[in-house]
């Protein structure tokens, strides 16, 4: 059966091991090889596909990501909507670690990413609305499935997308807070923006890892990105199970 959802799992979630996999799919695109195989499975009882951002070893950095591949492959097996799960820093005070949050704005800051499909062989330009970059639907569902599960997750929250790989400076998490963002990320575009120019359903499950650079003294270590990122995983898991069986 042809996945009408799938899922996008980033740091900490390269497999699901709630989706019993029926079929691996390699899906070549004018764009190149996306991440890695398309994973084919049953989570909930509904049918899913499953895309591991990083690559299944995790060994593509953010800016080395073929966002472009990635959202066609998963268009051109049918699937009409997306939840991106992704690590996030943690700007706002009440974004700790291990939280979900649901942002429903972004800011962009990456440079050097193929970031549109529209750009060749074009009988006209196109300039796709990105008032609200997450689709209001799939964000309420989610919203409505972590209340009901008191995961406490944050429901509103600006989401700033950084070039990585390396972490933020102090000086650049002042500015993205002056900015109006709650939570940092390496992901997040142009990912929601080539959804959106396919007419897909987008909305992103941030997993909050860490405090951001300079929000509390010391340096960021992978060993505590990691070790929160177990905890938040758990609610992600969780929270797909219950929103995935209840999606349209
Ligand atoms: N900044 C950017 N991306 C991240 C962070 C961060 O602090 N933590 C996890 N992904």
Redesign the pocket.
């Given at each position: 059966m042809t996945p009408a959802v799938a899922i996008i799992g980033g740091?900490g979630l390269a497999a699901l091991e709630d989706l019993t996999i029926v079929q691996q799919k390699t899906v070549s695109t004018p764009y190149g090889e996306p991440s890695g195989p398309l994973l084919y499975g049953e989570l909930a009882g509904r049918a899913v596909a499953f895309l591991a951002r990083h690559g299944q070893r995790h060994t593509l950095p953010p800016h080395k990501i073929n966002y472009r591949a990635n959202l066609w492959a998963l268009h051109r097996i049918g699937v009409k909507q997306v939840i991106a799960v992704a690590?996030?820093?943690g700007i706002r005070q009440d974004m700790a670690p291990g939280m979900l949050a649901f942002p429903d704005q972004l800011v962009d800051y990456t440079w050097g990413r193929p970031c549109t499909f529209f750009e060749d062989d074009l009988s006209h330009v196109t300039h796709i609305d990105f008032t609200e970059p997450y689709s209001p639907e799939l964000r309420r569902r989610l919203i409505q499935d972590a209340r009901a599960l008191e995961l406490g997750a944050r429901e509103s929250c600006t989401y700033a997308a950084?070039q990585?790989p390396r972490?933020?400076t102090a000086a650049e998490v002042r500015k993205l807070e002056r900015d109006g963002c709650d939570i940092?990320?390496?992901t997040g575009m142009p990912e929601a923006a080539l959804a959106r120019e396919l007419g897909l359903r987008y909305a992103a499950c941030a997993v909050v890892?860490?405090r951001?650079?300079g929000k509390v003294p010391g340096e960021?270590t992978m060993a505590e990105?990691e070790r929160n990122l177990v905890a938040g995983m758990a609610r992600v898991k969780r929270l797909l199970a219950r929103s995935i069986a209840a999606l349209d």
């Open positions: 740091t690590a996030v820093g950084m990585g972490l933020e940092v990320g390496m890892a860490n951001a650079a960021i990105i």
